[in-house]
């Protein structure tokens, strides 16, 4: 069930910017039990990149209505929640009245093996780097070439996610997830003003380890350090946190922290 | 009239990956006459920058019949050709079987000033940059978030294109157009095997020079070069050429090469 503009509808039109210049921005967020989970963060993102894109964010609680309408039939869901910029006329540039087009698409909740959960996961390292952009990090846009080719480069069904670096060289994120590493008693995951995008669940990782007095910050550092980390997991809305366990021929026995941390995820705030 | 896979439309799925990754590749083009102009240069360039990107690109006869479907009610029309991956499951994998889309829509042929041939045109600076990216580099994907920013940077409609550097403050072209510059005998065109996009316009700039005796080749150039250039003009399907008479601060006389380009490129190959 997916909604457009809150109206039912599984189709978008071809003048839709979204679709012509991948002209938006997005969210991916579980509905659970009928809520869909930390919506006030990923609400708050999603206003923050459109801010950045120059694209009118419509107000929450339109959102909220999509939600409730598909939680009656089916309260639990994957739910992507997408902002464009709106219809076009042609070429790059947006009429001043632009309206800015709404959607909600429900989806499946992912059901992901138990054992990454329990035993970590086994990841690749693509050869697909991620440009340097500052005008466009941080944000969930709508221009994901990079991480399709960066997904495409394996097919191995043991092979759970993939650790991409930018162009210089320096560690930025999973394709789908933001990555944490531990070095002794400090946490660090990656700066993210240059590439790459800064997602909730990293904000709730930064915040949580704050509140238990875990030092964690942003950092820039490139595999072979990545290699040295006691235990490192990348953390996404559907995912939770997985251990990675098994990346460039190094092993890591379980940790404490990713269990730990994906308890806390799992949380309401 | 907009056809989706040969089939009258104006929606297209939102499982879409070119709605949801900007997961495809795209050509402007004129049908002029009923016939689409330069096709077979269009869809070699197409073809290769779905080769780039993984995707199995339609065979040309699908496009031409799709063509001359239009053509028999809009014989002159803007059209805009797109080639996405297909529909998505759930993620940025695709299936192995994943079928392309491919979307022909047909628009009004843009009605620009005639000044703009006769006298030139304003051009603007853009604070927007191009990112490095080898890997996308050259190829008319459908990720063009950089070219929405730097085209929203001016509404003054007395200007008419927007001249964008990369990050590193190398002239990679305008925000919708190749662009080229004139240094005594030599033409210049900036190389865009990290950024931009290699028009079929301007490979035909470079052949069309070839064969005239003009030494025409690619280089890496910044704006204070640029601003020393004798004659500066930018090229695309729709708009042939128009040179660059104000940027600036800094005007130029009508010059001799760009219509010569224009006449040129207005012609059958």
Known sequence: MNLVNGIESDV???????????????????????????????????????????????????????????AERHPDRTIRVVVTRGDMARGYAASLDIQPTRVVVAGAVPAYPAEYHDH????????????????????????????????????????????????????????????????????????????GVAGV?????????????????????GIVQLLTADEIFVVNSLIGAWQITSFEGKSWRSGELTPEFRRWLDGDD
């Not at 009928?34 to 459109?50: A, S």
């Not at 500052?134 to 043991?158: F, Q, Y």
């Not at 669940?201 to 550092?221: C, D, H, N, P, Y």
Request: glycine share 8%; hydrophobic share 40%.
């Open 12 to 70: 978008i039109s071809l003048h839709d910017r979204g679709w012509n210049y991948g002209d938006g921005a997005f969210r991916t967020l579980l509905l659970r039990n009928g809520r869909p989970h930390c919506w006030p963060r990923h609400y708050t993102k999603l206003r923050d990149d459109c801010v950045r894109l120059g694209i009118a964010c419509p107000p929450s609680e339109l959102f909220e209505q999509d939600f409730n309408f598909i």
């Open 120 to 195: 970590g996961v086994r990841a690749h390292l693509c050869r697909t780097t991620f440009a340097i952009q500052p005008l466009l990090a941080g944000i969930k846009h709508l221009n994901r070439l990079e991480n399709v080719l960066a997904r495409s480069e394996w097919s191995d069904p043991g092979i759970a996610e993939g650790i991409v670096c930018d162009t210089e060289g320096n560690v930025v994120s999973g394709t789908m997830s933001n990555l944490f590493a531990a070095f002794g008693a400090e946490l660090l995951t990656p700066d993210v003003s240059r590439s």
């Open 201 to 221: 669940q990293r904000a709730r990782v930064l915040e949580f380890s704050k509140s238990r007095g875990i030092m964690a910050k942003t950092g820039v550092f």
